[in-house]
């Protein structure tokens, strides 16, 4: 029977440094993230952090994809029962805002502006990140049963979407109802541009 590898020091060491990154970004914000304060949190020096990672950009590069994977699943999951794309559009909007509970409002901005960031290393092929990929897949999938025109792009739809999103949330102040209204309509407009009647959600 195969047993369960674990990690090795190293990868210990990481996952305290990740750990100790992500409670200091939450209290302060990336930008104001003390790489002395995370490598104390985490019990060793600070030359430690630069040996897991260059930048505390790395640091959220390294969140994002944890994020992303779980995120990609939930819609996988969801997805299988072919929603549909109004539906679908939602439950992403729903999904990305649940991250902010996850992550606290400081992190969470700071999470969503890595995407637009100069400072991000330089950026993966679109395929890199699952979220993308499963709204893409879905919207071609949409495509082929004739939800969506032939004219439409499901790449750069579900780029244009969600680089969207991403952007409106960062800004959007989090208060009620005026929040939901306005995702709401978000994905009412994202709609019309794939030529989806708005009154199907």
């Known amino acids: 029977m195969a047993t369960k590898t674990q990690p090795g020091k190293g990868e210990r060491t990481r996952e305290r440094l990740l750990g100790a990154a992500v409670g200091e970004f939450r209290r302060v914000g990336l930008a104001k993230a003390d790489i002395k304060a995370i490598a104390s949190a985490a ?17 959220l590069i390294e969140l994002e994809r944890r994020e992303e994977d779980r995120i990609a699943t939930e819609l996988s999951r969801y ?5 549909g794309v109004p539906a679908m559009l939602t439950k992403v909007v729903d999904a990305v805002a649940g991250l902010e509970g996850r992550l606290g ?7 969503l502006a890595l995407h637009f960031s100069t400072a991000r290393p330089p950026e993966e092929i679109w395929t890199n990140h699952p979220v993308i990929v499963v709204v893409v897949d879905e919207l071609r999938s949409a495509r082929e049963q004739g939800v969506i025109p032939d004219d439409v792009d499901p790449l750069y739809s579900g780029i244009f979407f969600l680089a969207g999103l991403y952007a409106l949330m960062i800004t959007l102040p989090a208060i009620e ?3 939901g209204q306005v995702l709401a309509q978000y994905v009412r407009t994202s709609l019309y541009g794939i030529r ?3 009154t199907a959600a």
């Not at 997805?79 to 929603?83: I, S």
């Not at 409002?105 to 999470?111: A, H, N």
Request: aromatic share 20%.
């Open 196 to 198: 989806i009647q708005a």
């Open 43 to 59: 019990g060793v020096a600070p030359g430690t952090f630069y040996f897991h990672f260059p930048t505390k950009e790395h640091v």
């Open 177 to 179: 109802p005026m929040r």
């Open 105 to 111: 409002p400081v992190l969470f901005k700071d999470f």
């Open 79 to 83: 997805f299988t029962d072919a929603p």
